[in-house]
C-alpha cells in the first residue's frame, strides 16, 4: 500500500508566472459555473471548515482580476462578496463554545461547521481563516470592489480582529499555525485602517507573537519551535507555520519572524530526509500539506541555502484545497494568493555544512532525534524508523532485553568529511540495569550510496544484539509504499529480521497495512485528530525490528556491531576489520578506515576521529 499523503517533492510544481495564471484561470472557470444566484462559491460538498471557504475563492477571483482584468469577475466578486456578508458572518454566540472571555460580545465570527452548536471549537480558527481571506480581497479591492462594500469588508475584518483577541482566549487550541495566522491577519488588516489605529493593531499583533507564541516556544533537537498541539512539530502544521512566518516577514519586515523562520527552516531540513519522507509529530505523524508549506520552504529555503522544496508534499492539494472530486475549495486560499504574489525561486541544493541533527549526502541520509539517536534512516529509498523492544525505542545495543540509547550525561558529536566520505561520530555515555556506565561510540560513514554504521561499547555479557531499524516504507517513483523489508542490508554478524509474537495495538507489525500514524493514535490518550498520537507511539511495547549480532573479531573488552546499509543485492563482501591502536579503535572496511579516538581524546575529553580513504 502507499502512504496516502507523502507524494511529490513541493519544488517539482512549475512556479512560474505562467503557471499561476494557468491555476487561476482553472479556479476562475469553476467558480464561475459554480456561484449560485445568492453568491454562494462554497464546494457543494463542503461541510466542515466551511465558514471562510466561499470568501476564499472570492479572494482568488479578485487576485485573477488584478492580473487579467477578466470583465466577467467584478460582478461574481460582488455578488460572492454579498453573500459572504449577508450569510457567512454571525454574530450570536455559538452554542457550546467554551473559549470565550466575552459572552454576547456581538462580534462577528465565522464557523468551523454551520449548523449551530455543533463543532464550536473549530471557530477559533476559521475565524483566523475568514480574516486572512478579507484582508486578501481588501489587498485587491481598488478598482474592483465599491467604496461601500470596501468600507463593510474593513468593519468585518476589524470585528473579526476583535472577537479573536478580546472576545476569545487567544490560541485556545494551542496551535502554532493558527496562532501565527492571527498575527498575520493583524499585521495585514492594520495596512487598511486609519493610521493611528492601524498602529495600534500592528503593535497588538507583534506583542501576541513575542508574549503569547515566541514566548511558549518547545525546544526539540536544540531548536526552540512554535508549539503544535502538544509537541513542537507537525509535519501538516509545522511547515504552515513556516508559511505564515513568511509572510508575517514579508509583510512586516520585523527580523524576529526572519530569525524564528530561520530557525524552524534548519530544524525541518536536519529533520527531512533527503527523499523529503518525514515522520513524526504531535498531530498529523506522516501526513503532509501541500501548497500550503509552499511560501514557508521556498522562502526559507532560499534564506538558509537548503532545499526544503524536497519535501513531499499530497499532489491532491498541490495547487489549491481540493474536495473527492478534485473541485476547488477555498480553504487556505490565502496561502495560494501570497506564493502567487511572492517572487523567491526555490533554492534546489543542498547545505554544504555539517548539521549536527543530521548526516546528509547523495541518496543517504540520517535524521537524528535530541538524544542524537537516528529518527530516521534512509539508504537505497528504504526508510528506517526507530525499531521497540520491552517498550523502549531506538537504535542500539540490547541486552538482557534493556536497549542502551538513552543517554545518561553529555553527548558529543564529531563530523568530518574527507575523499568523498561523509562521516559523523556520536559519543554518548549510557547505563544499563546493571548500573554500569558505559561510553558508546556510534559512527555513521557514507558516501552518498551506502551507509556504513559502526557501534562500539565496553563489553557487554549474555547475547547482546544491536536493534538497527524498523523497515517501513520506500520509495517508489513519485510515491512512497509501506514495506516490511529490508533489502540491501548486511551486516557483520548474523541479521535477522524479526516481527512481534504478541497480537495488538501496542505491538506493530510491519507486514500489516497499519501505518504508524494509526498505531500512535490508538495508543494515545486522545481522539484521532486530536492531542499529540506521539506519546501514543511511546507505548509502543514491541515492533518489527532488524537485529544484528555483534561482529566477530572485536577487540578484547569490546563489544562492536557493524551494519550496512544500502548495498544493492549485497554482492560486495562485508567483512570489516577492528584492531585496538594507541589512537583509539580501528575500524577497516571495503571503503574506508577510520579511526575513533578516546572520549578523552585531548584535554577537553573530545571524542576524536580520523577518515582515511
Known amino acids: 500500500m502507499h502512504l496516502a499523503h507523502q507524494r511529490g517533492p513541493l519544488h517539482d510544481l512549475p512556479d512560474s508566472p505562467e503557471a499561476y495564471d494557468a491555476v487561476l484561470a482553472d479556479v476562475v472557470e469553476q467558480a464561475l459555473a459554480r456561484i449560485t444566484p445568492e453568491g454562494n462559491l462554497e464546494h457543494p460538498d463542503c461541510v466542515d471548515d466551511i465558514g471562510d471557504t466561499s ?6 477571483l479578485a487576485l485573477a482580476w488584478q492580473r487579467g482584468k477578466d470583465p466577467r469577475l467584478p460582478e461574481a466578486v460582488a455578488r460572492s462578496l454579498a453573500f459572504h456578508l449577508r450569510e457567512r458572518v454571525y454574530t450570536e454566540d455559538n452554542p457550546g463554545y467554551p473559549n470565550l472571555r466575552l459572552r454576547n460580545s456581538g462580534l462577528p465570527y465565522a464557523r468551523y461547521v454551520l449548523e449551530s452548536g455543533a463543532h464550536p471549537i473549530g471557530d477559533w480558527p476559521s475565524t483566523v481563516w475568514a480574516l486572512l481571506q478579507a484582508v486578501n480581497i481588501l489587498d485587491a479591492a481598488e478598482g474592483l470592489v465599491a467604496d461601500e462594500r470596501r468600507a463593510e469588508l474593513v468593519e468585518l475584518a476589524r470585528g473579526y480582529w476583535r472577537w479573536l483577541t478580546e472576545a476569545t482566549f487567544f490560541n485556545p487550541q494551542e496551535a502554532g499555525n493558527q496562532a501565527i495566522g492571527c498575527v498575520v491577519g493583524g499585521l495585514m488588516l492594520a495596512r487598511h485602517l486609519p493610521p493611528k489605529e492601524g498602529e495600534s493593531v500592528r503593535a497588538r499583533a507583534l506583542e501576541l507573537y513575542t508574549d503569547e507564541i515566541r514566548a511558549h516556544r518547545v525546544r526539540d533537537r536544540g531548536a526552540l519551535l ?13 511547515p504552515i507555520s513556516l508559511s505564515f512566518l513568511a509572510q508575517a516577514h514579508r509583510i512586516s519586515g520585523e527580523e524576529i519572524f526572519a530569525e524564528d523562520g530561520d530557525a524552524l527552516a534548519r530544524y525541518l531540513d536536519a529533520r527531512l530526509t533527503n527523499g523529503g519522507f518525514d515522520n513524526g509529530g504531535p498531530r498529523y505523524s506522516e501526513q503532509h500539506s501541500a501548497f500550503e508549506s509552499v511560501l ?37 486560499a490565502w496561502m495560494l494568493v501570497w506564493q502567487i504574489q511572492d517572487t523567491t525561486r526555490w533554492h534546489r541544493e543542498p547545505s554544504p555544512s555539517a548539521v549536527r541533527h543530521q548526516l546528509r549526502a547523495g541518496t543517504v541520509s540520517v535524521a537524528f532525534d535530541g538524544h542524537m539517536t537516528p529518527a530516521v ?41 574527507a575523499d568523498g566520505l561523509a562521516a559523523k561520530l556520536v559519543t554518548k555515555p549510557v547505563v544499563g540495569r546493571d548500573h554500569v556506565l558505559r561510553h558508546l561510540r556510534s559512527l555513521y560513514v557514507t558516501d552518498g550510496t551506502t551507509l556504513w554504521v559502526t557501534v562500539a561499547v565496553e563489553h557487554l555479557d549474555g547475547t547482546p544484539y544491536l536493534l538497527a531499524g524498523l523497515p517501513y516504507a520506500t520509495d517508489d517513483g513519485d510515491r512512497v509504499r509501506r514495506t516490511a523489508e529490508a533489502g540491501g ?11 512481534p509474537q504478541a497480537q495488538g495495538v501496542d505491538h506493530f507489525d510491519a507486514r500489516t497495512e497499519a501505518t504508524q500514524e494509526q498505531a500512535a493514535f490508538a495508543l494515545a490518550a486522545d481522539p484521532r485528530g486530536y492531542g499529540n498520537p506521539d506519546e501514543g507511539w511511546r507505548h509502543l511495547v514491541t515492533s518489527t525490528a532488524l537485529e544484528a549480532d555483534p561482529a566477530p573479531g572485536a577487540p578484547e573488552g569490546l563489544t562492536v556491531f557493524a551494519v550496512r546499509y544500502g548495498d544493492g543485492d549485497g554482492d560486495t563482501e562485508f567483512a570489516p576489520v577492528f584492531e585496538a591502536t594507541p589512537n583509539g579503535l580501528k575500524v577497516r572496511t571495503e571503503a574506508f578506515t577510520a579511526v575513533i579516538g578516546e572520549v578523552a581524546g585531548d584535554s577537553h575529553g573530545e571524542p576524536e576521529l580520523t577518515l582515511l580513504d
Open 55 to 60: 470568501l476564499g475563492i472570492t479572494s482568488l
Open 226 to 238: 512554535p508549539p503544535e498541539h502538544g509537541g513542537a512539530y507537525d509535519n501538516n502544521y509545522g
Open 296 to 332: 514557508g520552504l521556498r522562502y526559507f529555503g532560499a534564506r538558509i541555502g537548503s532545499d526544503l522544496g524536497r519535501y513531499r508534499g499530497d499532489s491532491r492539494w498541490a495547487r489549491h484545497a481540493a474536495k473527492a472530486d478534485g473541485g476547488v475549495d477555498g480553504h487556505f
Open 377 to 417: 534512516v534512509e539508504a537505497a529509498g528504504t526508510y528506517y524508523l526507530p525499531a521497540a523492544v520491552n517498550r523502549q525505542h531506538g537504535h542500539g545495543p540490547v541486552t538482557d532485553g534493556f536497549l542502551l540509547c538513552r543517554p545518561m550525561g553529555e553527548v558529543r558529536v564529531r563530523d568530518i568529511r
Open 489 to 499: 542490508v548486511t551486516s557483520a554478524g548474523p541479521l535477522r529480521l524479526t516481527h
